[in-house]
């Protein structure tokens, strides 16, 4: 296998997941959430980012690897659209960093079940950056198998 081989591999296999990651928490656990009463959204929410935190940015890094090896190896469209793509999941994380992250401490910082001051305001400002980040994730990962077909 060669390098570009390797590279590609990497950034359509982490890049799918951090896709799918982000979807499946876009149509299920947004939906759900807006639906919950807060004492329950709290506990639900700080839950899911204890799985989920570690990972997602992880994935989003060896994708923007892959996919720099990818572009690095590759000439004309491909290597475009290589880059395209680790633009768009480098500005997803730099963005989740910024913006999503405080409002995830707010709640990490707490005890579970206990209500961070503002928590209605954290879910609606959450939701719509997350709908945001999903839709700038799938042109991402649209871009990653553009550039391999």
């Known amino acids: 296998m060669s390098v570009v081989q390797l590279g590609t591999w990497l950034m359509l296999v982490s890049g799918g997941l951090w896709t799918g990651a982000i979807l499946i928490f876009a ?23 204890y799985r989920v935190d570690p990972l997602l940015p992880a994935l989003g890094v060896i994708s923007c690897g892959g996919a720099a090896v990818f572009a690095l190896g590759s000439h004309g469209r491909a290597q475009l659209l290589g880059w395209i793509s680790l633009a768009l999941i480098a500005a997803v994380i730099l963005c989740s960093m910024v913006i ?5 401490s707010k709640f990490r910082r707490l005890a579970e079940g206990q209500v961070p001051v503002g928590a209605e305001r954290y879910r609606a400002r959450w939701r719509r950056f997350h709908a945001i980040r999903g839709v700038v994730a799938l042109i991402g990962f649209g871009c990653m198998a553009a550039a391999v077909a």
């Open 27 to 49: 149509v299920e656990r947004t939906n759900l959430w807006a639906r919950m009463p807060i004492e329950q959204y709290t506990v639900d929410f700080r839950r899911s980012l």
């Open 100 to 104: 999503a992250e405080p409002i995830n």
